[in-house]
């Protein structure tokens, strides 16, 4: 790859070098994972400006060696990273069904009363709160992208902001404290993860319950999960480190639970400390189990790494096989996952196009690498000869979905956890 790239060492506005830990600023933090460089991994531009997502960002990991805090090391600013966003919670395979036994679940903790105020923070197009449907809830989405919160203000209240101290004196000027307010799959994307759990206890009632839904990346490094890592992902947490910033910020850790949302995900609840509710076994097993694993270990990150390259190997092997016959590939996929992928893997010559079920990724192109992006019909009107599914995570339910393509003879590859033609 030619693309431009910026050194770790080189100031710039858009991009910040962190040489301390972001929750307890030790300057213990060593570097475990080092991805290849991308763009904003969801810069999928027009045509017009492709160029404009040329620009590569450092991609490393490091792990604190005083609190076990797994960080990205640079961080670019939110400017760079959400005017452009168009991922779209009810694109994601099996969300939005989830999250309507998330919100059974969270009923029965009968903390939602009629009229409470249910407050979601990027809350995306509003997916997970009108899963709350008639319930007599005040529902309240803060979501910091302009279009996708202009579309879900179709269905849902919307504040078109980041969530901040000013906006949490509003929201309780205006509306009063929450009962409960919830952080989808977005935690992870916080930089200032203190201080955004701090103004969350400040919108709490004194009885109401802060829910975190987020990637567990124990579960996910099982399944060589990389691809998990891109920079709206600065934080990928363990329950250790959720129950200690929770604790300094005024918070306790009472129920952690995991489901098989996007590859491996854990669900955990929290109340201001003191609260009414006991603290539930599974806070106590999931650390037991933590500290089994060595989760917090530097080497077994490390050994993770050098699996992972020598995984990339074996794909570009296959593919190159496959292109030196006279075939042609095209990846299924155009997200944030599949753009660490490719560029980790180095996929970009071995594709001709991507296809995705994303209307706003139509007439796209992928960030840097540049590769059109078309519907899904697209394969069977060109019909190439194999579809790499890039979205390896739902590869079942795409397979599931595209059975006429392998009926004509169309092939499917699998790139992770072992790269194999289906």
């Keep these: 790859m030619t693309k431009e790239s910026v050194s770790p060492d080189r100031p710039r506005a858009d991009i910040r070098h962190y040489k301390f830990c972001r929750i307890c600023d030790s300057p213990a933090v060593d570097t475990v994972i080092e991805l290849t460089a991308t763009p904003p991994a969801d810069m999928f531009l027009p045509e017009p400006i492709k160029n404009t ?4 960002y450092p991609l490393d990991v490091g792990i604190c060696q005083e609190c076990s805090y797994l960080q990205l090391r640079s961080v670019l600013s939110p400017e760079k990273l959400y005017p452009e966003f168009s991922y779209l919670t009810a694109t994601t395979v099996g969300l939005v ?11 029965s903790l009968s903390v939602i009363r009629s009229k409470s105020l249910v407050v979601d923070i990027g809350s995306n197009d509003g997916s997970f709160l009108k899963a709350f449907g008639s319930h007599r809830a005040r529902l309240l989405g803060i979501e910091p992208s302009k279009e996708v919160a ?6 849902v209240p919307t504040i078109c902001e980041f969530f901040d101290g000013s906006l949490v004196s509003k929201i309780v000027s205006d509306e009063g404290k929450a009962s409960l307010v919830t952080a989808n799959y977005m935690y992870a994307n916080v930089e200032n993860v203190l201080d955004f759990t701090h103004n969350v206890c400040c919108l709490l009632e004194e009885d ?26 600065l934080s990928y947490f363990s329950v250790y480190v959720l129950k200690n910033i929770f604790e300094r910020c005024g918070l306790e850790l009472i129920h952690v639970e995991r489901n098989n949302m996007k590859g ?21 097993e999931f650390l037991s189990e933590e500290t089994s694993q060595k989760i917090h270990s530097k080497e077994i990150y490390q050994e993770y790494s050098a699996i992972i390259k020598t995984k990339g190997l074996k794909l570009r092997q296959l593919l190159s096989s496959l292109l030196a016959e006279g075939k042609r590939v095209v990846g ?16 970009g010559n071995y594709l001709d196009y991507l296809i995705d079920d994303n209307e706003l990724k139509h007439s796209c192109v992928s960030p840097g690498l540049h590769l059109p992006v078309f519907p899904t019909k697209k394969i069977y009107d ?12 739902h590869g079942s ?7 006429c393509f392998l009926k004509t003879g169309g092939k499917f590859i699998l790139p992770l956890p072992m790269p194999h033609i289906l």
């Excluded at 829910?211 to 490094?221: I, K, N, R, S």
């Design 97 to 107: 069904d989830h999250y309507e036994e998330y919100v059974n679940a969270l009923l």
């Design 382 to 393: 060109d019909s190439p000869d194999y579809v790499l599914i890039l979205a390896w995570q």
């Design 397 to 403: 339910t795409i397979l599931e979905r595209n059975k």
């Design 53 to 56: 997502s040329n620009t590569r």
């Design 264 to 284: 491996g995900s854990i669900r955990v609840v929290g109340q201001k400390i003191g609260g009414s509710r006991n603290r539930d076994k599974s806070v106590a």
């Design 208 to 233: 109401g319950l802060f829910v975190v839904q987020t990637g567990y990346h124990p579960d996910q490094m099982k399944r060589f999960m990389f691809d998990y890592i891109y920079h709206e992902h």
């Design 150 to 155: 202009k579309l879900a203000n179709l269905d």
């Design 332 to 347: 299924y996929g155009a997200s944030h996952s599949t753009t660490t992928l490719m560029y980790h893997f180095e996929l």
